[in-house]
């Protein structure tokens, strides 16, 4: 597999688990930028195993291929990236990520009980949102959303 000649989309998509399709998918939105062979078949490196690794992982996270994609545009594209370069990428999504961990928390210990004031149940929602006081706040889940 592979070699100097860089990994096909099928030896990728063996070792991802992901579907040779998928992977198109993730190159359109700048996840992973094969090089072209002089037959005009895409190679891939094996950073790109790490870089769909991490676009998997952080999507199954709930974080959105957009949010991935720009993080990742300022990793090196043909290389693998250093330790400072992913330090950077996870300084920057660590507020979203503590945001999105309390969000869950909240979820987790609300669960059993009204889930968020704004979930329509006001017979249920008596006691944590008497009289729909929440609704003035906005849409959606208030007590969940927390902002």
């Known amino acids: 597999m592979g070699g100097s000649q860089g990994l096909t989309i099928g030896?990728?998509?063996?070792?991802?688990?992901?579907?040779?399709?998928?992977?198109?998918?993730?190159e359109t939105h700048g996840i992973v930028h094969p090089v072209r062979n002089a037959g005009g078949h895409r190679r891939y490196g094996a950073h790109d195993l790490r870089r769909l690794s991490f676009a998997m992982i952080a999507q199954r996270l709930g974080i959105s291929l957009s949010e991935i994609a720009g993080h990742m545009a300022h990793l090196p594209v043909h290389k693998a990236p250093s330790k400072a370069e992913w330090s950077l990428i996870s300084r920057a999504m660590r507020a979203d990520l503590e945001a999105r961990i309390a969000q869950l928390e909240r979820l987790r210990d609300n669960l059993d009980g009204c889930i968020g004031c704004g979930c329509l149940s006001l017979e249920a929602c008596r006691l944590y949102n008497p009289d729909d006081i929440r609704a003035t706040e906005g849409q959606g889940p208030r007590t969940l959303i927390g902002d």
């Open 11 to 26: 030896d990728l998509a063996a070792r991802t688990g992901l579907a040779v399709s998928a992977i198109r998918f993730y």
